[in-house]
């Protein structure tokens, strides 16, 4: 079992930033895979980004490339999305989840194992 707990997110004007971590139970956690998906209101959870388990891949959704960046840190078994020239669109609840395959980076949801329950991130035009 892993769990993993996101923190980070908050109220931003639009043009602002915000740094989301995720952070996993499991002293393992370097053999996990990791992504970042969103949901909001009524539609449906979107990925965001992924990174694979040494952090030597990354992928990102056309959406959010040249935004948002993924990273990191085994030492702290923590992983990090951040979210630059944020606009309102970018307004959802964002998960990590977790993926103990080891593959590269997925964008299917239904490839990961673990997910957290989330953090609420609002942007204001």
């Known amino acids: 079992q892993v769990q993993l707990v996101e923190s980070g997110g908050g109220l931003v004007q639009a043009g602002g930033s915000l740094r989301l971590s995720c952070v996993a139970s499991?002293?393992?956690?370097?053999?996990?895979?990791v992504g970042w998906f969103r949901q909001a209101p009524g539609l449906e959870r979107d990925f965001v980004a992924a990174?694979?388990?040494?952090?030597?891949?990354?992928t990102y959704a056309d959406s959010v490339k040249g935004r948002f960046t993924i990273s990191r840190d085994n030492a702290k078994n923590t992983v990090y999305l951040q979210m630059n020239s944020l606009k309102p669109e970018d307004t959802a609840i964002y998960y990590c989840?977790?993926?103990?395959?080891?593959?590269?980076?997925?964008?299917?949801?239904?490839?990961?194992?673990?997910w957290g329950q989330g953090t609420q991130v609002t942007v204001s035009s």
């Open positions: 499991k002293r393992t956690f370097s053999t996990y895979a």
């Open positions: 990174i694979s388990r040494y952090g030597g891949s990354r």
């Open positions: 989840a977790a993926d103990l395959t080891a593959n590269p980076p997925q964008m299917a949801e239904g490839k990961y194992d673990y």
